[in-house]
């Protein structure tokens, strides 16, 4: 007789819980598969602590293939179910697809961020759910206290060191918190020319900090934020973002160029192409974690609507306490279904108390409803991440020990991009990445300076999930590859995205003959200089000076573009090779065709020309038409 399948969908809190204990049930009797995005599970509510330098990355992950030896780990992401013939549909990191087969199917596929109907958030916010996000905050934040060190005038200074934190929950909370005293250490060892201090603000539309938690902690960690400096301002939000800042509900305009969206978190948009009864947005589920009339199918975690039988008629929060506990309960109830354990059990709960840890010794934490504040608040909250953490203790230890005792290096390592991490994205745990399989981004993102990408949705809008799809007639996103107002030039076909490189270097764009399909290059291509392949777009928002490229609509044209003034860090201020002004370059157009390449226009051999080898014409100027949440508790 055949082992049955299970397949489990996520490696959060509840699948690896589930992932884990089957395993240990089960003792070989089934095939267990995991499917996720990434290797490695990811503790949450240590996150603000890797964007604030205490925690190094890997700190809070833990390898699936170390931990779970037994469970076969499939890296991709979902993109359909077909619960009729018992198969799941994915596509791997490197673009291919692949299918699965399961007797039993487990969602956890979780969360992803929560959006509001909220002008400019979608291109100028980043969330805070996944370990590319936290990377880039830390990277981000050095750097703007770094160039407005350096900045001419005091305005622009401010602005630079001002950084808003939208929502005041666990999340929100701990990144102000931790943020103000990471910003503060910066500044005391590299001291602003005027004298002026990082200004943190946390807004949120609830009466106050902390709203799911008891008063006196909520109170508590609003004194702490307060003393601290942070800005706190309840029953305020964003009406308005812009790339110069946000616009509150009370009027105000706040010159920014950082905005932290830590509103809440929304369940995993792959619940909702299955047809079944929801519970806002969440997959209604009965006590025993099974949706009623599918017998083969469970769900916990973030995308599951629980019964919470300690309180009838309500559901089990969207949680890491709760989704944890359900993975148990979800891996008992299949191999019961299974016949390989005992008899099924319903979910019950008792509430152990959260924490919030407020950065160095400082916390807000009710152990067993116990309220603690200060240095017990902050060795209970330590003691119970090393407690709740699957692994990688003595080295999260030991970065606390050597951070207690060493200042920390704030340098930036420029490993993820403003771009590569959008807001409104169905995998936050992954960062874009140019090319990238499925994602077609010159021709579906869509954002501004420093904002997110919506490659990961399709024609119904935001959250509709499923792999991004290329629509006609998108603008691309700005300060990323491809980016920039589109120009075509003789014998250039469709607009083509340039490399990375290639932009911060300045170099002018070559259109490469083809057939007008978009085309990327790789990196070993631009290493041997070979012709680029996109038009001109320009240098990333977040880039150098940190400001918005200049040739937008209505701003002035960029340097070192055509129309523009010539390169100014040139000897002599002359115009640099290579760009327009200077000598032509080889390969490039006005230079010496390159050894056994075609001149720009020139027929193929035949005499012919072709769709891929137009004849030249005069270079023409066209404009691409515009069309158009997070847990930290523990």
Request: net charge neutral.
């Given at each position: 007789m055949s082992r049955p399948r299970i397949l489990i969908v996520g490696a959060g809190f509840?699948?690896?819980?589930?992932?884990?204990?089957?395993?240990?049930?089960?003792?070989?009797?089934?095939?267990?598969?995991?499917?996720?995005?990434?290797?490695?599970?990811?503790?949450?509510?240590l996150l603000p602590q890797v964007a604030a330098g205490i925690l190094e990355p890997r700190r809070v992950t833990v390898s699936l293939s170390d931990s779970l030896p037994d469970v076969r780990l499939v890296l991709g992401q979902a993109d359909r179910i077909d619960l009729d013939d018992r198969t799941l549909h994915h596509t791997g990191p490197e673009g291919e697809g692949g299918t699965l087969a399961y007797d039993r199917l487990v969602l956890?596929?979780?969360?992803?961020?929560?959006?509001?109907?909220?002008?400019?958030?979608?291109?100028?916010?980043?969330?805070?759910?996944?370990?590319?996000?936290?990377?880039?905050?830390?990277?981000?934040?050095?750097?703007?206290?770094?160039?407005?060190?350096?900045?001419?005038?005091?305005?622009?200074?401010?602005?630079?060191?001002?950084?808003?934190?939208?929502?005041?929950?666990?999340?929100?909370?701990?990144?102000?918190?931790?943020?103000?005293?990471?910003?503060?250490?910066q500044v005391r060892r590299h001291p602003l020319r005027r004298g002026m201090r990082p200004r943190w603000m946390l807004l949120d539309v609830a009466p106050r900090v902390l709203p799911e938690m008891d008063g006196k902690l909520s109170a508590t960690a609003d004194r702490v934020l307060r003393q601290r400096g942070v800005d706190v301002r309840m029953g305020t939000s964003v009406k308005e973002a812009t790339h110069d800042g946000v616009l509150l509900t009370d009027g105000e305009f706040v010159e920014s160029r950082t905005l932290v969206w830590c509103v809440g978190v929304r369940p995993d948009p792959l619940v909702e192409s299955l047809g079944l009864p929801m519970e806002k947005g969440r997959l209604l589920v009965d006590p025993?974690?099974?949706?009623?009339?599918?017998?083969?199918?469970?769900?916990?975690?973030?995308?599951?609507?629980?019964?919470?039988?300690?309180?009838?008629?309500?559901?089990?929060?969207?949680?890491?306490?709760?989704?944890?506990?359900?993975?148990?309960?979800?891996a008992q109830n299949v191999a019961a279904s299974l016949g390989l354990g005992g008899a099924r059990t319903p979910y019950r709960h008792r509430d152990l108390g959260f924490v919030v840890d407020l950065g160095g010794a400082k916390a807000a934490a009710n152990p067993l409803g116990v309220a603690l504040s200060g240095v017990p608040a902050g060795a209970v909250t330590r003691g119970y991440h090393l407690a709740a953490m699957p692994g990688n203790r003595v080295r999260v230890a030991a970065d606390w020990l050597l951070d207690a005792v060493l200042p920390r290096q704030a340098v930036q390592l420029g490993l993820v991009r403003s771009w590569s991490v959008p807001l409104d994205t169905s995998s936050p745990e992954v960062a874009r990445v140019p090319g990238g399989p499925g994602r077609q981004q010159d021709a579906s993102a869509r954002s501004g300076p420093g904002a997110a990408l919506a490659a990961d949705t399709d024609g119904r809008g935001t959250g509709a999930g499923g792999p991004g799809r290329a629509r006609p007639h998108d603008e691309p996103a700005k300060g990323q590859p491809g980016s920039g107002?589109?120009?075509?030039?003789?014998?250039?076909?469709?607009?083509?995205?340039?490399?990375?490189?290639?932009?911060?270097?300045?170099?002018?764009?070559?259109?490469?003959?083809?057939?007008?399909?978009?085309?990327?290059?790789?990196?070993?291509?631009?290493?041997?200089?070979?012709?680029?392949?996109?038009?001109?777009?320009?240098?990333?928002?977040?880039?150098?000076?940190?400001?918005?490229?200049?040739?937008?609509?209505?701003?002035?044209?960029?340097?070192?573009?055509?129309?523009?003034?010539?390169?100014?860090?040139?000897?002599?201020?002359?115009?640099?090779?290579?760009?327009?002004?200077?000598?032509?370059?080889?390969?490039?157009?006005?230079?010496?065709?390159?050894?056994?390449?075609?001149?720009?226009?020139?027929?193929?051999?035949?005499?012919r020309s072709s769709p891929g080898h137009p004849a030249p014409g005069p270079v023409k100027r066209t404009d691409v038409a515009d069309e158009d949440s997070a847990k930290g508790d523990s």
């Open positions: 509840a699948g690896f819980r589930t992932a884990r204990t089957l395993s240990r049930l089960t003792r070989g009797r089934a095939h267990i598969t995991l499917l996720n995005p990434t290797d490695y599970f990811l503790y949450l509510p956890a596929a979780g969360s992803v961020n929560k959006l509001l109907p909220i002008p400019g958030v979608a291109e100028h916010a980043h969330g805070f759910r996944g370990l590319p996000e936290a990377l880039y905050l830390r990277d981000h934040v050095t750097r703007q206290v770094e160039l407005a060190a350096s900045a001419d005038d005091a305005r622009t200074c401010a602005a630079r060191c001002t950084f808003v934190v939208v929502g005041a929950g666990y999340t929100g909370t701990e990144v102000a918190a931790h943020g103000q005293m990471f910003t503060d250490a025993h974690l099974r949706v009623p009339g599918r017998p083969e199918l469970f769900a916990c975690g973030d995308v599951a609507a629980v019964p919470d039988l300690e309180n009838p008629g309500s559901y089990t929060p969207m949680t890491a306490q709760h989704a944890w506990r359900h993975g148990k309960v979800a107002t589109r120009q075509i030039r003789p014998g250039s076909g469709a607009a083509q995205p340039r490399d990375e490189w290639e932009t911060a270097k300045g170099r002018p764009v070559t259109g490469r003959p083809g057939p007008g399909a978009a085309e990327v290059r790789s990196e070993a291509e631009t290493a041997k200089g070979r012709p680029a392949a996109a038009p001109g777009d320009e240098p990333a928002g977040d880039q150098a000076g940190g400001e918005a490229a200049r040739d937008q609509a209505g701003g002035e044209p960029a340097k070192n573009q055509p129309g523009g003034e010539p390169a100014k860090n040139q000897p002599g201020g002359e115009p640099a090779r290579n760009q327009p002004g200077g000598e032509p370059a080889k390969n490039q157009p006005g230079g010496e065709p390159a050894k056994n390449q075609p001149a720009p226009g020139a027929p193929p051999p035949g005499g």
